[in-house]
Nanobody
Framework: QVQLVESGGGLVQAGGSLRLTCAVS????????MGWFRQAPGKERTFVAA????????YYADSVKGRFTISRDNAKKVVYLQMNSLKPEDTALYYC????????????????WGQGTQVTVSS
């Protein structure tokens, strides 16, 4: 089993920054693809970003490209999502997720999920 715990969410003004952290425990972390997803009230969960097991490859949703950066530290067993130039439409519950295999954007392909951390961006 893999356990994921997100932190770092909060309330920020538009244009501000936040860094989310996902702490991982359980099965070997270094072999997993890690992803971030988000879900706004009344909407479906959507892909934000993902990173390969060694950090060599990253993939972003068009809506966050150039503003968000995903990274990981396998020694510390954490994944980060640095969010800059935040917009009110970034307001959502942000989830960390893990899977074996290739980097993908579909939430159905991820096996392990955290409980989420709330990000609220005021205008």
């Amino acid at each position: 089993q893999v356990q994921l715990v997100e932190s770092g969410g909060g309330l920020v003004q538009a244009g501000g920054s936040l860094r989310l952290t996902c702490a991982v425990s359980g099965r070997p972390f270094s072999s997993h693809v890690m992803g971030w997803f988000r879900q706004a009230p009344g909407k479906e969960r959507t892909f934000v970003a993902a990173i390969t097991w060694n950090g060599g490859g990253t993939y972003y949703a068009d809506s966050v490209k150039g503003r968000f950066t995903i990274s990981r530290d396998n020694a510390k067993k954490v994944v980060y999502l640095q969010m800059n130039s935040l917009k009110p439409e970034d307001t959502a519950l942000y989830y960390c997720a893990a899977r074996f295999g290739a980097i993908v954007a579909s939430s159905d392909e991820y096996n392990y999920w955290g409980q989420g951390t709330q990000v609220t961006v005021s205008s």
